[in-house]
């Protein structure tokens, strides 16, 4: 089984994200890590190789020159290869500009099954995977609890508020993954050291058939015009009473400041 996984480099969201004087993220000053949900995506593609016992896991991504870098980890998770679509016209690009060329880069790579993760920590939209897969005309199976492939089709059990639906699709397809499907593993050190050998292929602009779609920056439909440091949190009331008590001063508090 031939996979391919969406996964983006983000800022750390351990550390302090900045702002540049364009207001977008200052990337190069905050160290990038493998978005969190696209971790477990990947996790899913390793797991469903391996049941398999055959077939490729390949990452595809978008993001500035120092990626590979970033990339190197999840490489060392387990994935044989990486693609990196990496132009400079591609900084501030929006989420129309990404979807475009992340189908661009998707066309032209062979694959049984499309991976991505729900959203990402750095834009949190959570549509890039539904405008990729309608780019390429591919079904859109949506928050994976559990992913069966076999006999050219795959059953999802995607969530819903009150359990989950089984869903099915012809594959190729493109399922987007959610947590349930369990923890990312880390990487060994044998991953990590086999991960220096990898390949990771650099694709520009020109190396893709956009045909006339206008992709980057320089032509982002949306744009930050202001941004403000988050209020400080006010002083914090713990309640400490046996539960019957605690449950009428919380019933107080909030009736209080008019919440319920």
């Given at each position: 089984?031939?996979?391919?996984?969406?996964?983006?480099?983000?800022?750390?969201?351990?550390?302090?994200?900045?702002?540049?004087?364009?207001?977008?993220?200052?990337?190069?000053?905050?160290?990038?890590?493998?978005?969190?949900?696209?971790?477990?995506?990947l996790e899913a593609a390793l797991k469903l190789v391996e049941a398999a016992g055959e077939g490729d896991v390949t990452l595809l991504a978008m993001a500035p020159a120092?990626?590979?870098?970033?990339?190197?980890?999840?490489?060392?998770?387990?994935?044989?290869?990486?693609?990196?679509?990496?132009?400079?016209?591609?900084?501030?690009?929006?989420?129309?500009?990404?979807?475009?060329?992340l189908a661009a880069g998707l066309r032209r790579l062979e694959y049984d099954l499309v991976l991505a993760g729900a959203d990402t920590s750095d834009g949190g939209a959570g549509v890039v995977a539904a405008g990729v897969a309608a780019s390429v005309g591919l079904p859109y199976l949506s928050y994976a609890a559990r992913i069966e492939p076999g006999g050219g089709r795959v059953v999802v059990h995607r969530l819903?508020?009150?359990?989950?639906?089984?869903?099915?699709?012809?594959?190729?397809?493109?399922?987007?993954?959610t947590q349930a499907l369990g923890e990312p593993r880390y990487p060994s050190l044998r991953g990590i050291m086999a991960a220096r050998s990898k390949e990771i292929s650099t694709w520009s602009l020109a190396d893709l058939d956009l045909g006339d779609a206008p992709v980057g920056g320089a032509v982002a439909t949306t744009q930050v015009v202001t941004a403000r440091p988050a209020a400080s949190?006010?002083?914090?009331?713990?309640?400490?009473?046996p539960a019957a008590a605690a449950a009428t001063q919380v019933v107080e508090f909030l009736a209080e400041r008019r919440l319920i």
């Open positions: 089984m031939r996979i391919v996984v969406l996964v983006k480099p983000v800022p750390d969201t351990t550390g302090q994200e900045r702002l540049g004087p364009d207001l977008r993220v200052d990337r190069a000053n905050v160290p990038a890590v493998v978005n969190a949900n696209d971790e477990y995506a120092a990626a590979p870098e970033t990339l190197r980890k999840a490489l060392a998770m387990g994935a044989q290869r990486g693609v990196l679509i990496c132009d400079p016209s591609l900084a501030g690009s929006d989420t129309l500009s990404t979807v475009r060329v819903s508020p009150v359990g989950y639906d089984v869903i099915e699709a012809a594959l190729p397809a493109l399922v987007v993954a949190r006010g002083a914090t009331r713990v309640i400490r009473e």
